[in-house]
């Protein structure tokens, strides 16, 4: 799409706002009490069953239609990259100031829902849901604090590591947080069970599904991005003192799986192609990637899509203070590319379907105010200082993480993701026994 587009709605044509015409996230929503598909444009979101009942995608493919009048993604994501281009054109057309007549714009403008009024959904129906450990900078810098001499393992640049999460207790952007209660092990002392005393943030990027693949079928490298729907924000909340004390032999559980928070809008690969750079860098005597992870694209398998993460506290919003910027870094510092992911993920013949959830891990950069977490942050910096006089260490109760991305050149419209946040509440007091 021409970057010089501009939308008849004023808000799409802000330069500081995530959602012009070149951007077109899809996203769930409600409104006065109806749930439907919509699409961000500026401040407003195009109603897509809307524009199925007046007749304004006439002409495209059936079931293409009657995905956009579904109540969640997964019918349109499986559906592949032909019908979401045509989708996309017909949307541009209804929105673009150059070719929308006046007549089209009264139609169009009927159909548009303020973002204000809307309450954001979970996107699709998330079957599976698999996070990765996809940045070697945020892998060196954890793994050195548990093995100094040796901080990366063996496999860590041969394989994509990777972890089946919990796909029911992923929700949306704004949902509150309850800090988990687990068992942990004081360095002295017995184990004891109790809230989590060092929760902390992940900052990653989600990679949402479309078409899948048949079981015992596999995805080759040059396909892998066809299966692709769109990118969003992903917060792979961790209790790291449960996560010390249960993660061997087997990896993660109840550390990770009590929350995982994603932003409401995913940005269609087309909208990222301008941003596309070369794929993840090696070092000289790195090994290189196996045969069936080597793409036929590599020069452009990155994006070059800046990462940013806000706190503010409890004090902080009473006395009105403005949430800090806790670190900025960027999608590509990832060691394995998105394409990478996916075929790995089904190189043994592992299923993927319309909707599944694989998140990139942690994004860490190798520059100081890069880091994806606390605990690389704090642990190498010590306690992050608040206005108001505030430490952190790890999150506290009240605490709210915000995350944000954008992809911005010069000459260019800014493509953001919207915002994916979460305020930490209280730990239950249900009882166990």
């Known amino acids: 799409m021409a970057v010089s587009k501009r939308s008849w709605i004023t808000s799409a044509n802000d330069p500081v706002s995530d959602f012009p015409i070149q951007n077109l996230p899809y996203g769930v929503f409600c409104h006065r009490g109806e749930t439907r598909i919509g699409v961000a444009i500026g401040d407003r979101i195009l109603d897509l069953r809307a524009c199925v009942r007046e007749g304004l ?6 079931e293409l239609v009657a995905a956009c009048g579904a109540e969640v993604l997964n019918p349109l994501m499986s559906l592949g990259r032909g019908a979401w281009r045509g989708l996309r ?15 089209m714009q009264g139609r169009v403008e009927a159909l548009l829902v303020p973002m204000r009024e809307a309450v954001m ?82 900052l990653e990027v989600g990679v949402f599904v479309g078409p899948g693949n048949a079981l015992g079928r596999s995805i080759p490298i040059a396909e892998a991005e066809e299966h692709v729907f769109g990118l969003c924000l992903v917060n792979d909340w961790s209790a790291r003192d449960m996560q010390a004390w249960e993660y061997q032999p087997l990896g993660p559980f109840l550390a990770k799986n009590f929350a995982t928070t994603i932003s409401p809008w995913i940005v269609p690969m087309e909208a990222l192609a301008p941003f596309r750079v070369r794929g993840p860098e090696r070092a000289a005597d790195d090994p290189a990637p196996m045969a069936h992870l080597r793409s036929p694209s590599a020069e452009t398998d990155g994006f070059d899509l800046t990462l940013r993460v806000y706190l503010e506290s409890r004090q902080m919003r009473q006395a009105g203070a403005a949430p800090i910027l806790l670190s900025t870094g960027n999608l590509r510092a990832l060691y394995w590319s998105i394409a990478q992911l996916v075929t790995h993920h089904a190189s043994n013949g592992c ?83």
């Open 57 to 62: 995608l006439a002409g495209l493919a059936d």
């Open 89 to 103: 054109a017909r949307i541009t057309e209804l929105l673009d100031a150059d070719e929308a007549s006046k007549a």
């Open 121 to 202: 959904q979970l996107p699709a129906q998330i079957g599976d849901y698999t996070d990765f450990y996809a940045s070697i900078h945020h892998a060196t810098r954890v793994g050195r604090l548990f093995r100094p001499e040796n901080p990366l393992l063996p496999n860590y640049k041969h394989v994509p590591i990777g972890y089946h999460g919990r796909a029911s207790s992923i929700v949306v952007s704004g949902q509150e947080i309850r800090r988990p209660r687990g068992q942990t092990k004081p360095s002295a002392g017995e184990p004891e069970f109790g809230p989590t005393k060092s929760l902390d943030y992940e």
């Open 351 to 433: 299923n993927l379907r319309p909707g599944d959830l694989l998140a990139t891990g942690t994004v860490s950069g190798a520059a100081t105010g890069s880091e994806g977490c606390l605990l690389e942050k704090t642990r190498e910096h010590g306690p992050i200082a608040l206005p108001g006089g505030e430490l952190r260490t790890f999150l506290e109760d009240g605490d709210r993480v915000t995350f944000r991305a954008g992809a911005q050149r010069a000459g260019m419209p800014r493509i953001g993701f919207g915002e994916c946040a979460g305020t930490i509440a209280a730990a239950s007091r249900d009882r166990l026994l």
